[in-house]
Nanobody, 117 residues
């Protein structure tokens, strides 16, 4: 089974940028859906961005539209610009091998993002 390893988290001031990476341990097939999720302190996990590897189609949470960009292939990236304190969370990447972007069976260990005001 593929393993996912996230990196790129850190601390940044509001308005700054970070790029998160999600490296797969083996080839991710073209029908795979990759997603970035986050869970902030005292909050439920929420979906941030989705990418269908084969079609290149993307979807974003309203809270990050225009600020975050998901892209990539075997390594999937999340470019985060104009960061806000409310973006502070543990960020996880996940893979849905079925491609329907609903059954994320493989998860990484997470990378922490902290945005200070």
């Amino acid at each position: 089974q593929v393993r996912l390893v996230e990196s790129g988290g850190g601390s940044v001031q509001a308005g700054g940028s970070l790029r998160l990476s999600c490296a797969a341990s083996r080839y991710t097939y073209s029908h795979t859906c990759m997603g970035w999720f986050r869970q902030g302190p005292g909050k439920e996990r929420e979906g941030v961005a989705l990418l269908n590897i084969g079609s290149g189609s993307t979807r974003y949470a309203d809270s990050v539209k225009g600020r975050f960009t998901i892209y990539g292939g075997n390594t999937v990236y999340l470019q985060m610009n104009s960061l806000k304190p409310e973006d502070t969370a543990m960020y996880y990447c996940a893979a849905d091998p079925t491609g329907n972007c609903r059954d994320f069976a493989v998860w990484g260990q997470g990378t922490q993002v902290t945005v200070s005001s």
